[in-house]
Each structure stands twice: as structure tokens, then as C-alpha cells.
């Protein structure tokens, strides 16, 4: 496989999350020999910088005719439908600001499990709906931008071409980290690392006022939540619900703009529902309500 260098290289414009990911990809081992699976692949920056790794790079987009990269052919792939990829057959996955398009995440999620290999990896961004700028927005109109309208179907839809009936919705299911991290959880998936972002001045200066606040009620409502949970094993409450009182209080999530994080394929999607399913019967049946 030929990769461009020196004056031939391609360069995509750097903004937002990019540099993040391509700094994230720049730092791994040569990766010849391993298998990518890039989705939303868009117009191939992130297949390109896998590709320099040595990676063998499958690209899937609902638009496959926006690839740029020479030499590089995407395939359709539709994120809301099973993936045209066999079970277990790559070593990692980028979903680079895609999973906030679509519907049914945790069916997405599932899919990644499904074609990942054990311990593979999943590189997983998005915007932020958890730090404090967009926190503070959500309880003025439920939008992440208090001078912007909440989505509608005036501007959910972001692209169509026009004779079919694919269609590449907005931002219409952002996502928080504490829901995120669930789907995650459910679909097998093990958090390795959550790197830092763009910081939001905003964010970083609400989020100094209200922290003491944040703080303090998220340990009241761990604390209290912990007691009516009692059935639940002392070990697995402080574990899951542990995490996320962490997660809660982090300074990414209060002043990072967007979500990245590395995931790893701890179970298959058999084994965690397996898992599911013995934790419902050791804690008596569904959970009681907390009011």
C-alpha cells in the first residue's frame, strides 16, 4: 500500500476535534498487519492518518463518494443498519462525530462489539452534552448553546442527496457522558482512557462557580441512592455507580467541548447480556425507584 509523503501528502484542515485524533493516532506503534474500520469515514482524514500507521484501512460511509484520499475506496455502510463486516475481522474502529447521528446507539455500539476482535479498540468521539456551558443551556431551552434553538425538523437534517431516501440527520441524539458510558457498559465495551479536548472558557468559568455545588450533590445522591440499593453487592455499587460520581466530577467532562474516549472490547455482546441477565436475578428483579 502507497502512502503519500512529503510534497504529494494530503492535509486536511485541522479544527475542532481533529487534532486530538490525529494526535491520538500519531502516537500509536506502527500498525501493519492491523485491520481499521473507519465509520463515518467522511472525506478520510482519520483512514489516512491509519494509513501511515501501515493499517489496512475499510472505509464505510452513508456517502461513500466523499473519500479523498488517493487510492482509497469507501463502501457504503449504514450506521443504523448491521455493518457489511464479519464478526471479529478488525482490530480497531474510529467513530469520529457520528454516534450523535444516529437513532439507535446502542445498536451501533453492539455492531462495533460485534466486528472488533477481542481487546480491540474503539476510538469513539463526539460533542459534549456534559460540560458546564451545555449543562447550564440544557436547563435554559434543552439545547448545548444557549443562543441556538433546541433541534427541530427544520434543521435536524443535514444532508440528503436528493433521490434516495438516505438521509444524514444533525445533532439530533447528543449524547451526555453518564448515558454514554451505559451504552458502552452494555455493549461490552471497558473504558481505557478519556482524553482531553478543546476546553470551553465558558464552561471552565461556570464550571469553577458551580462545582461545590456538582461536588456536593453528587455525593449526597450517591450516598443516599447507595441505601436504597442495599441489595445490590457493596463492591458493584462502588464500582458502576462509583465511576460515574468520578466521571461526574471530572474536569474533561466540565470543560472539554467534545467527548473522546478509548474503549476496549472487554466481552462479546453475548457474554454482557449473559451478565445482564444473572445481575437482574442477584438484585431481586428491576430497580426500585429512587423517589
Same mark, same amino acid.
Given at each position: 500500500?502507497?502512502?503519500?509523503?512529503?510534497?504529494?501528502?494530503?492535509?486536511?484542515?485541522?479544527? /475542532?476535534?481533529?487534532? @486530538?485524533?490525529?494526535? =491520538?493516532?500519531?502516537?500509536?506503534?506502527?500498525?501493519?498487519?492491523?485491520?481499521? *474500520?473507519?465509520?463515518?469515514?467522511?472525506?478520510?482524514?482519520?483512514?489516512?492518518? @491509519?494509513?501511515?500507521?501501515?493499517?489496512?484501512?475499510?472505509?464505510?460511509?452513508?456517502?461513500?463518494?466523499?473519500?479523498?484520499?488517493?487510492? *482509497?475506496?469507501?463502501?457504503?455502510?449504514?450506521? /443504523?443498519?448491521?455493518?457489511? %463486516?464479519? &464478526?471479529?475481522?478488525?482490530?480497531?474502529?474510529?467513530?469520529?462525530?457520528?454516534?450523535?447521528?444516529?437513532? &439507535?446507539?446502542?445498536?451501533? *455500539?453492539?455492531?462495533?462489539?460485534?466486528?472488533?476482535?477481542?481487546?480491540?479498540?474503539?476510538? %469513539?468521539?463526539?460533542?459534549?452534552?456534559?460540560?458546564?456551558?451545555?449543562?447550564?443551556?440544557?436547563? %435554559?431551552?434543552?439545547?448545548? *448553546?444557549?443562543?441556538?434553538?433546541?433541534?427541530?425538523?427544520?434543521?435536524?437534517?443535514?444532508?440528503?442527496?436528493?433521490?434516495?431516501?438516505?438521509? =444524514?440527520? /444533525?445533532?439530533?441524539?447528543?449524547?451526555?457522558?453518564?448515558?454514554?458510558?451505559?451504552?458502552?457498559?452494555?455493549?461490552?465495551?471497558?473504558?481505557?482512557?478519556?482524553?482531553?479536548?478543546?476546553?470551553?472558557?465558558?464552561?471552565?468559568?461556570?464550571?469553577?462557580?458551580?462545582?461545590?455545588?456538582?461536588?456536593?450533590?453528587?455525593?449526597?445522591? =450517591?450516598?443516599?441512592?447507595?441505601?436504597?440499593?442495599?441489595?445490590?453487592?457493596?463492591?458493584?455499587?462502588?464500582?458502576?455507580?462509583?465511576?460515574?460520581?468520578?466521571?461526574? %466530577?471530572?474536569?474533561?467532562?466540565? @470543560?472539554?467541548? =467534545?467527548?473522546?474516549?478509548?474503549?476496549?472490547?472487554?466481552?462479546?455482546?453475548?457474554?454482557?447480556?449473559?451478565?445482564?441477565?444473572?445481575?437482574?436475578?442477584?438484585?431481586?428483579?428491576?430497580?426500585?425507584?429512587?423517589?
Amino acid at each position: 500500500m502507497t502512502v503519500a509523503t512529503g510534497a504529494d501528502a494530503l492535509e486536511f484542515a485541522v479544527t /475542532g476535534i481533529n487534532r @486530538f485524533v490525529y494526535d =491520538y493516532i500519531r502516537s500509536l506503534p506502527d500498525l501493519t498487519g492491523k485491520v481499521v *474500520l473507519d465509520i463515518p469515514a467522511g472525506d478520510g482524514r482519520a483512514s489516512y492518518e @491509519f494509513q501511515k500507521k501501515g493499517a489496512a484501512i475499510k472505509p464505510l460511509d452513508l456517502f461513500p463518494e466523499f473519500m479523498q484520499v488517493p487510492g *482509497l475506496t469507501a463502501e457504503f455502510g449504514d450506521m /443504523g443498519e448491521r455493518l457489511p %463486516l464479519a &464478526d471479529r475481522s478488525v482490530d480497531f474502529v474510529v467513530c469520529q462525530e457520528g454516534i450523535e447521528h444516529v437513532p &439507535d446507539q446502542l445498536g451501533l *455500539l453492539n455492531e462495533f462489539n460485534r466486528v472488533l476482535k477481542p481487546g480491540g479498540k474503539l476510538l %469513539l468521539t463526539t460533542p459534549s452534552m456534559s460540560h458546564a456551558r451545555a449543562r447550564v443551556s440544557h436547563m %435554559l431551552f434543552e439545547t448545548d *448553546l444557549w443562543r441556538r434553538m433546541p433541534p427541530t425538523e427544520l434543521d435536524s437534517v443535514w444532508f440528503s442527496d436528493g433521490h434516495s431516501d438516505r438521509i =444524514y440527520f /444533525g445533532h439530533l441524539f447528543l449524547v451526555g457522558v453518564h448515558h454514554l458510558q451505559t451504552l458502552c457498559s452494555i455493549a461490552g465495551f471497558e473504558t481505557r482512557e478519556r482524553l482531553r479536548t478543546q476546553i470551553g472558557w465558558t464552561s471552565v468559568l461556570l464550571g469553577i462557580v458551580l462545582y461545590p455545588l456538582i461536588a456536593v450533590m453528587s455525593l449526597i445522591t =450517591y450516598r443516599n441512592y447507595s441505601r436504597k440499593k442495599e441489595q445490590i453487592p457493596a463492591e458493584l455499587r462502588e464500582r458502576v455507580w462509583g465511576e460515574h460520581v468520578k466521571l461526574n %466530577l471530572s474536569f474533561k467532562t466540565l @470543560f472539554c467541548k =467534545y467527548i473522546f474516549w478509548i474503549l476496549e472490547k472487554r466481552w462479546s455482546g453475548e457474554e454482557k447480556r449473559a451478565e445482564l441477565v444473572r445481575r437482574v436475578d442477584r438484585t431481586s428483579g428491576s430497580l426500585d425507584s429512587a423517589e
